[in-house]
């Protein structure tokens, strides 16, 4: 439980918390107390108040005797961590530390050593907390900022280090993988959606480089007193572009930044653009995580469509920080020779402009590079080609297909039953099947609702969720009632054991296993004079409407699953 000085700190903090940061903290607090391990997301923009939870997170746990570790991808953001840590734990006993390349080597040496004796509390560092001579006497806490900029393998890494660590994941656009575990119940999620007071939306533009309207956005920023970040992510031809930009804007005082500087050289850069004595800073995406510099407030982003949507998205945050218009300039090259899916990204961030879109914008991710492996390490894949209504279906049916093989031993059958084991069935009518956008605009609900759509099994249980869906959204719309009778179509397909259902001009085909083997003769009396019977399907007559052969083909399925013993001796 919470400790006086815990509710001391807290009290500490300079500003009034939102309803989210509560509810997160309160979330965080409680997965600490159990004695399950935590594996939380905070998911929220930047500036909404991640590093707050995790700070109270961390002291919590060294309040219980534990060490906390807090993975950043950058020097940068880490001694800006160090900054934050430091300033607001000094009325406390705690000892915090940061391990990066700007520490000597003997300094890690120090650092390394009183970790694994545990006079340090809290170690803030980039990757070389990963290395195999870092070891922590009682870890307890595992905080990771900005997850998307880290590999699976980097996480699972940590997680290894203890069996039994908290895990506190933050970041503004979870990577698919991530963000489809959390949809799906695998790790819990926590959103911090509540933008700051006075914080108003990035002003954005996408289109094809135009050197006139770089020069015109640089001095509208410098006539205001503020500063400008111009990206080009690429070392070899960074000093050449920057050349470039000081002819074309020949007011303005530029320097360069990247990672491959010396960190004292890039430290002092930094120094200079923070102080303001320098007006745009040409780098790479070295500032994409946590810089925080209230006044520079234009972004200039060379080649963006060489950027992923997450990126691109991060790299926004940088501008816009205060209560001033900012702007975010978004060139790439013509649209000629952009892929579809560098289309849908640079598309995604001209659109999605509103405060707090991360979670949107981390949703359409997941729709354009699909949700990765659950069990593996790739951290996207391709679902955008079967699409997610299909995925969870093939998903759940071979999680069903192993739970009857693993239970076929102890029930003596070698067979499981057909009905939990089907391959999809092949559905192809001539009716519309989707959800508007204008009926469920959110992302989300729509991926939610088309995953429960996935899992229903009975005719009950589509008209609750019919019943549900006319209660919060309104009057059902026809391709949502199209939807519905589909899946009351796969249903009694997969009871009568039916492959496929296809449709063509003038008729409907139905596809059985068994057909083969059976008497067509017998077979038609039992179904009736109004389909036709052969040994290779069976044919329904489409007629003049929908309404003609809607209600005939669901009455043919429940016959052939009634004829099905018959169908099988056959």
């Not at 503020?226 to 320097?255: C, D, K, M």
């Not at 009716?431 to 009950?460: G, K, M």
Request: glycine share 6%; proline share 5%; aromatic share 6%.
């Amino acid at each position: 439980q919470d400790t006086p000085w815990q509710h001391e700190l807290e009290a500490s903090f300079p500003y009034i918390e939102t309803e989210d940061q509560l509810r997160a903290l309160s979330e965080v607090k409680q997965d600490m107390e159990r004695p399950r391990p935590m594996d939380r997301l905070i998911a929220g923009d930047v500036g909404y108040g991640k590093t707050e939870v995790a700070l109270r997170a961390a002291f919590k746990a060294i309040m219980d005797g534990k060490q906390v570790a807090m993975l950043v991808p950058t020097t940068v953001l880490a001694q800006q961590h160090l900054d934050t840590f430091t300033r607001r734990l000094a009325a406390f006993p705690v000892k915090v530390e940061m391990l990066s390349r700007f520490r000597s080597r003997s300094e890690q040496e120090t650092i390394v050593a009183d970790l694994a004796s545990g006079t340090i509390d809290v170690v803030i560092g980039t990757h070389r907390l990963l290395g195999s001579d870092v070891v922590f006497r009682d870890l307890g806490l595992v905080i990771i900022d900005e997850e998307q900029r880290f590999g699976v393998t980097h996480k699972e890494k940590l997680k290894q280090m203890r069996t039994e660590v908290d895990v506190l994941t933050l970041t503004a656009t979870p990577i698919p993988r991530t963000l489809y575990m959390s949809l799906t119940g695998v790790r819990d999620i926590s959103t911090i959606v509540t933008p700051p007071e006075e914080r108003v939306p990035v002003t954005t533009y996408v289109g094809k480089r135009d050197d006139n309207l770089i020069r015109q956005a640089i001095l509208r920023e410098l006539d205001r007193g503020g500063q400008v970040f111009f990206v080009h992510n690429r070392v070899q031809s960074i000093y050449a572009e920057t050349e470039r930009l000081r002819q074309i804007v020949p007011e303005a005082a530029i320097a360069i930044g990247h990672g491959q500087m010396h960190e004292a050289e890039l430290e002092a850069v930094m120094e200079q653009f923070a102080e303001g004595s320098v007006d745009v800073l040409a780098c790479t995406s070295i500032i994409e995580a946590g810089l925080d510099i209230p006044n520079a407030n234009t972004l200039i982003v060379d080649h963006a469509d060489h950027f992923g949507l997450a990126q691109l998205y991060q790299l926004r945050g940088r501008v816009g920080r205060s209560a001033i218009r900012a702007y975010a300039y978004f060139f790439h090259a013509p649209f000629v020779g952009l892929t579809n899916e560098t289309r849908a990204r640079l598309e995604t961030i001209g659109e999605q402009t509103q405060l707090g879109a991360g979670m949107n914008i981390a949703m359409r991710d997941l729709e354009i590079r699909g949700a990765g492996e659950i069990l593996g390490t790739r951290q996207h894949g391709a679902i955008s080609s079967v699409g997610f209504h299909l995925y969870t279906q093939m998903l759940a049916q071979a999680v069903q297909r192993q739970r009857a093989r693993s239970d076929s031993p102890r029930t003596g059958s070698s067979t499981p039953d057909p009905s939990t084991t089907r391959e999809v069935v092949t559905i192809d009518l001539p009716i519309a099947t989707y959800i508007p956008t204008d009926y469920i605009s959110d992302i989300a609900l729509r991926i939610q609702l088309y995953r429960r759509l996935a899992e229903v099994s009975t005719d009950q249980q589509i008209e609750l969720l019919r019943g549900e869906m006319a209660d919060r959204f309104g009057p059902v719309p026809l391709p949502v009632e199209n939807l519905l009778y589909q899946l009351r179509v796969k249903i009694a397909a997969l009871h009568a054991d039916v492959e496929s259902i296809t449709s063509n001009a003038d008729q409907i085909a139905v596809r059985r296993v068994g057909l083969a083997h059976t008497d067509p003769a017998s077979l038609q009396r039992n179904l009736g004079h109004n389909v036709r019977v052969s040994r290779t399907g069976i044919w329904l007559p489409k007629g003049d409407t929908e309404d003609s052969w809607r209600e005939p083909l669901l009455s043919l399925l429940e016959r052939i699953a009634q004829d099905r013993p018959t169908i099988e001796l056959s």
